[in-house]
């Protein structure tokens, strides 16, 4: 079971952070999806759990950035420098084993939350 926390209503500029609580049974990566109505589901970061060995979109590099707490099999994904682009519905998903070109692709994890909403107004 995945749940997520943290979003929000956030003017541009400003950040929001997600977080992604894991229980049950086990994943080492953990990814975060995000859906516009209309729109396909797109990737927006993942990590793996053991090694914090993380991969991007490029529309959020060096604005996004995912952490973990192993202790509290929690994953994080820090928003900085919000865009009114960054609405969406945002999806933890959990997978195990993923290689580093498979991260991206969401036909590859098992598990999925409930979604949480983030607004970035202009």
């Known amino acids: 079971q995945l749940v997520e926390s943290g979003g929000g209503l956030v003017q541009a500029g400003g950040s929001l952070r997600l977080s992604c609580a894991a229980s049950?049974?086990?994943?080492?990566?953990i990814g975060w999806f995000r859906q516009t109505p209309g729109k396909e589901r797109e990737f927006v970061a993942a990590?793996?759990?053991?090694?914090?060995?993380?991969r991007y979109a490029n529309s959020v590099k060096g604005r996004f950035t995912m952490s973990r707490d192993n202790a509290r099999s929690t994953a994080y994904l820090q928003m900085n420098t919000l865009k009114p682009e960054d609405t969406a519905v945002y999806y933890c998903?959990?997978?195990?084993?993923?290689?580093?070109?498979?991260?991206?692709?969401?036909?590859?994890?098992?598990?999925w939350g409930q979604g949480t909403q983030v607004t970035v107004s202009s």
């Open positions: 998903a959990a997978a195990n084993n993923l290689i580093q070109s498979s991260m991206a692709s969401e036909d590859r994890y098992a598990a």
């Open positions: 049950g049974r086990t994943f080492n990566t």
């Open positions: 990590i793996r759990l053991i090694n914090g060995g993380t």
